[in-house]
């Protein structure tokens, strides 16, 4: 029988799967590209990992590893240390400038973090309200749904981008 707390490790593992083959062995230029003025595979895998990681350790009361890992110090952005990429300007995207080992181990921390908290989870831990600044309030079920969905689509975008440029850079 598969377990709440089984399919959501499944997810979050697809996430980090993803997101780390879209990263492949790029170098910062060509993680930094952004066609078409959109944005970049650096700022798309940065920005999924901070929602992830600021929403999990909200949800648990738990710490974020951007902060408690020192993840903040290796990425030196000249940005808050709060933030999370959500209404970045265009300016700000390309400010994120990482190597594909950065990113992808930031982004492994925090799927590890999170899928020692979902082990945990019981069906009934679902309906806990989390955020009650939204109306109706957050449960913590839909809650780690938007951050599944958010994660696989900007992995996804990750991976569009990477086609763009894998295909005029000769890889």
Do not use: K
Request: aromatic residues 8%; glycine residues 8%; negative net charge.
């Amino acid at each position: 029988m598969v377990t709440t707390a089984a399919l959501l490790d499944d997810a979050f593992t697809r996430i980090e799967s993803a997101a780390a083959a879209a990263l492949g062995n790029l170098s910062r230029d060509e993680l930094a590209e952004r066609p078409g003025g959109n944005n970049s595979i650096a700022w798309l895998v940065w920005h999924l990992a901070r929602v992830q990681d600021d929403h999990i350790a909200d949800a648990c009361g738990g710490a974020q590893a951007w902060v408690a890992e020192g993840w903040h110090e290796r990425f030196d952005l000249p940005v808050p240390v709060e933030d999370t990429g959500y209404g970045y300007t265009s300016e700000q995207v390309d400010s994120v400038v990482a190597s594909a080992d950065l990113l992808a181990g930031y982004l492994r921390a925090v799927t590890e973090r999170t899928r020692r908290y979902v082990a945990t989870l019981r069906d009934e831990d679902l309906d806990r309200i989390v955020d009650e600044r939204w109306d109706p309030p957050v449960s913590l079920a839909v809650r780690l749904v938007s951050v599944i969905a958010d994660g696989l689509q900007h992995a996804g975008q990750a991976a569009y981008v990477r086609g763009i440029v894998t295909s005029r850079g000769g890889h």
